[in-house]
Antibody, heavy 121, light 108 residues
């Protein structure tokens, strides 16, 4: 079971970034997929989740209006797009698998390797 | 939002010693939806404990979790050199999911 993310990005303030997360080794549509970020030297920060089976999403209030989480089931890939980037969005962005769709809440058992997003002028 | 406060911020111990890490929640966690993760520099977090006390697949039995309500503990019975890392607790029963600020376990 693996989650493999896209490569590092450098963006200017005000731009958007789209990070991908490709799943393998399990049925993509069976499990929720979450996004978590970590600024340099800082703690983990939860951003949101997607149910790949149907596309339902939820995001942290802090990011609402700026984050879009989508999934392409034909590619077993989830995407996280963050718009209106600011300097403090510089962070490593991780995808992480949680529990089966429709089951009780679950911890994040599989993590992607992380994608470094740098916001710089 | 549920705030998780971890203590201590840094714990300095020697290999072979016992480590006790604390995580306190600002409100009671339903069904003990509390997890612990280990993170080493440059790596993604690794799930150690879920449901407050259940070890994840492949996690050595020197790692144990306990607690309920608002107070939770991660114990490492005998530290191995590879255990020195940052540890995070997380509540996953409420939205937004939240993490503690982390405890850095360093070699004394």
């Amino acid at each position: 079971v693996h989650l493999v993310q896209s490569g590092a990005e450098v963006k200017k303030p005000g731009a958007s970034v789209k990070v991908s997360c490709k799943a393998s080794g399990y049925t993509f549509t069976d499990y929720y997929l979450h996004w978590v970020r970590q600024a340099p030297g800082q703690e983990l920060e939860w951003m949101g989740w997607i149910n790949p089976n149907g596309g339902g999403t939820n995001s942290a209030q802090k990011f609402q209006g700026r984050v879009t989480v989508t999934a392409d089931t034909s590619l077993s890939t989830a995407y996280m797009e963050l718009s209106s980037l600011r300097y403090d969005d510089t962070a490593v962005y991780h995808c992480a698998r949680a529990g089966r769709v429709g089951s009780r809440p679950s911890a994040f058992d599989i993590w992607g390797q992380g994608t470094m997003v740098t916001v710089s002028s | 939002d549920i705030v998780l406060t971890q203590s201590p911020g840094t714990l300095s111990l020697s290999p072979g010693e016992r480590a006790t890490l604390s995580c306190r929640a600002s409100q009671s966690l339903s069904s003990s939806y509390l997890a612990w993760y280990q993170q080493k520099p440059g790596q993604a977090p690794r799930l150690l404990i879920y449901g407050a006390s259940s070890r994840a697949t492949g996690i050595p039995d020197r790692f144990s979790g306990s607690g309920s309500g608002t107070d939770f503990t991660l114990t490492i019975s005998r530290l191995e050199p590879e255990d020195f890392a940052v540890y995070y607790c997380q509540q996953y029963g409420s939205s937004p999911r939240t993490f503690g600020q982390g405890t850095k376990l360093e070699i004394k």
